[in-house]
């Protein structure tokens, strides 16, 4: 059972950086592909980024490439999202969300577990 759970959100100005993290709390994440996705107010969830289970291969969305980068630390069963840069336009609440394999990586419809989110607010 993959249960997830998002931490490190908060409220930051435009710039800085924070790290999230989506913990399994069933310590199986290392099996599982991991995607970031996130929904700002009034907005459809997007995808921002996906890494692989085992070589760990990650992929970005355009708008993030080079500010963002994923990480995963099997022996926590954790992976972080490292958001460096920040702009108001990253505002949006974040959730993790784990699958099996990895094709659709960047598909939300295609993630079967997923944690509860974690608000991130940036000021400008």
């Known amino acids: 059972q993959v249960q997830l759970v998002e931490s490190g959100g908060g409220l930051v100005q435009s710039g800085d950086s924070l790290r999230l993290a989506c913990a399994d709390s069933g310590r199986t994440l290392s099996s599982y592909t991991v995607g970031w996705f996130r929904q700002a107010p009034g907005k459809e969830r997007e995808w921002v980024a996906t890494i692989s289970s085992r070589a760990g291969i990650a992929y970005y969305r355009e708008s993030v490439k080079g500010r963002f980068t994923l990480s995963r630390d099997n022996a926590k069963s954790t992976v972080y999202l490292q958001m460096n840069s920040l702009k108001p336009e990253d505002t949006a609440v974040y959730s993790c969300?784990?699958?099996?394999?990895?094709?659709?990586?960047?598909?939300?419809?295609?993630?079967?577990?997923w944690g509860q989110g974690t608000q991130v607010t940036v000021s400008s």
């Open positions: 969300a784990a699958k099996r394999t990895f094709g659709a990586y960047a598909s939300d419809a295609s993630f079967q577990w």
